[in-house]
């Protein structure tokens, strides 16, 4: 078999792939060059901002499959029994850069994105179920503390435990993140969460709030912190872990759970459950299993497929809505937003990123177009266009009334900033795991840049949450407690 010309962008059989057109052997190269002007020009533009927050990451495809029947709470097609979801996943750190460690202590996003029959629902969650604040406003200052200093850019501990220790409604993901489950050993051993609360409702219009459980089938395995930064010399461990799995053919999955609460209890519940720094606890809400999801296909080109994907909490399908969770209403927003800027306006036409259903949207034209828009283009149109689904999202709706504030949540019976905790702390630590987060703690406000001030207010944080914690961290840095 002969092997084929290469060939530019616009398919012409390229003259040369080495050498360019020049004014004799050893003279000046030519303007007329285009293919040369082309691989250098295209070459120029061949990246994409990285995300702003998740930027080091992987993911491969796959397909999730419901075993159980939960019609009763939701009618979206992909949460029907017996059916199968293809799905894309991406897994992430937050703070760092694209070459940055896999291995960094760090949240690690847990990004699904199933192609169902109504278009993409994405969920875009991590590996914790809660997160270090509970309103949209102040994200951006959150993320600034982890990332670099103006200065010297440089990551500053001091800047991050200032952020944490003024904002205590962080304690509890602070807490998580500094038990070895903040150093997963790979991205196959870890939980995934929804984190927010979302609402279902039925074909009979029966709504109830939900949260997703993704729990990891190779079982939870943590790194210690004196692991994680041996493999810091081996920044895409975990990409490369992944990768090879799949490769081997040796797919992992993860068994896919909710805790389903009624509409109404959510009034008068002991906490808050839209708050996004609490979980519900299980014996208020135990766990329903209701599928699995599986990863059995690589990208076969990252770029197109991980780089230019495209999450977005937005993407929610018929029978799924959102919540009065503040930082979901926040995020409804920021996805499609950064998209649009990070990608590119089209970025749905994208073929990771195009949903798996036939679009019929009266959205036009714009740069890089390419899909056909047949006429008519406007609605509401008498030219046999397609018309809106109203019917599917009319029992979408619950009553929501109040003054125009800017307040924070009014308190729940129980709501405070320490009790989960606490809770994580008292009960579900193993002695060993405590230990290992007092030295995790310890080493983190160990780094130079972290003042005294600080480590007492350090301290105070910890000893809030609990009294033998608050002891640990003092010892270890050498404040008194
Ligand atoms: P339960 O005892 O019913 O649940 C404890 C949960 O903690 C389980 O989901 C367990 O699942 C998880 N867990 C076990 N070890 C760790 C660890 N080292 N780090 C983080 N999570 C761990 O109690 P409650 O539901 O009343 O929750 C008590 C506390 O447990 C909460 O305050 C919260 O901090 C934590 N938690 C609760 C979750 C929830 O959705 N209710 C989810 C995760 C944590 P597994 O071992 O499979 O991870
Ligand atoms: C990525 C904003 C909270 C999980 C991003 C990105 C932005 C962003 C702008 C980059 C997206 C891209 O370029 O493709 C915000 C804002 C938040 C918020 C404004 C709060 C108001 C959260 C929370 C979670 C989360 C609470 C998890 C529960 C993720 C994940 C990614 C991401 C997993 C990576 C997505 C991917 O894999 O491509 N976020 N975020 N974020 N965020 Fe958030």
């Known amino acids: 078999m002969s092997v084929p010309y290469s060939t530019d962008d616009a398919g012409h059989p390229a003259p040369s792939d080495g050498l360019s057109q020049s004014v004799g052997p050893n003279g000046p190269l030519l303007l007329q060059d285009h293919f040369l002007i082309q691989k250098m020009a295209h070459f120029n533009r061949e990246r994409v901002p990285e995300r702003v927050v998740h930027a080091k990451g992987g993911g491969a495809f796959g397909e999730m499959e419901i075993t159980e029947d939960v019609s009763r709470y939701t009618k979206a097609d992909l949460f029907q029994k017996g059916k199968k979801t293809p799905l894309l996943i991406r897994f992430s750190t937050v703070a760092g850069e694209l ?130 930064k041996a493999m810091e010399g081996d920044p895409d461990a975990h990409r490369r872990d992944l990768w090879q ?133 406007y609605a509401p149109n008498t030219a046999g266009g397609a018309v809106s689904a109203n019917e599917l999202y009319e029992d979408e709706h619950y009553h929501v009334s109040g003054d125009m504030v800017r307040s924070a949540y009014e308190l729940h019976k129980e709501d405070d900033d320490f009790s989960q905790a606490r809770a994580l702390w008292e009960n579900v630590l193993s002695e060993s795991e405590r230990t290992n987060m007092i030295g995790n703690i310890v080493g983190h406000a160990s780094a130079p840049e972290v003042t005294g001030d600080m480590k007492k207010r350090v301290v105070e944080y910890w000893t809030n949450v609990h009294p033998d914690l608050g002891a640990g961290v003092a010892e270890g840095l050498g404040v008194q407690a």
């Open 245 to 377: 799995a799949i490769e081997q053919g040796d797919y992992p999955s993860w068994t896919v759970k909710v805790q389903v609460m009624p509409f109404e209890d959510a009034t008068n519940y002991r906490i808050n459950p839209f708050d996004l720094t609490k979980v519900w606890p299980h014996e208020d809400y135990p766990e329903i299993t209701i599928g699995k999801f599986t990863l059995n296909r690589n990208p076969s080109n990252y770029f197109a497929e991980i780089e230019q994907a495209a999450f977005e909490p937005s993407n929610l399908v018929p029978g799924i809505g959102g919540s009065p969770d503040k930082m979901l209403q926040g995020r409804l927003f920021s996805y499609p937003d950064t998209h649009r800027y990070r990608i590119g306006p089209n970025y749905l036409q994208l073929p990771v990123n195009q949903p798996k259903v036939q679009t019929r949207s009266y959205n036009f034209d714009g740069p890089m177009t390419y899909a056909n828009n047949a006429d008519p283009v």
């Open 99 to 228: 070459g940055s460690a896999d291995t960094a202590r760090d949240p690690r996003g847990f990004s699904l994105k199933f192609y169902t029959e109504h278009g993409n629902y994405d969920l875009v969650g991590n590996n914790t179920p809660i997160f270090f604040i509970r309103d949209p406003s102040k994200f951006s200052d959150f993320i600034h503390s982890q990332k670099r200093r103006a200065d010297n850019q440089l990551r500053d501990h001091n800047m991050q435990w200032d952020f944490w220790t003024l904002n205590p409604e962080s304690a509890h993901q602070v807490s998580f993140l500094m038990t070895d489950r903040g150093t997963p050993k790979t991205w196959r051993h870890m939980h995934g969460f929804g984190s927010h609360t979302f609402l279902w409702y039925n074909a009979d219009g029966q709504k109830f709030w939900v949260k997703y459980h993704f729990k990891t089938d190779q079982g939870v395995e943590n790194l210690t912190a004196d692991e994680a």
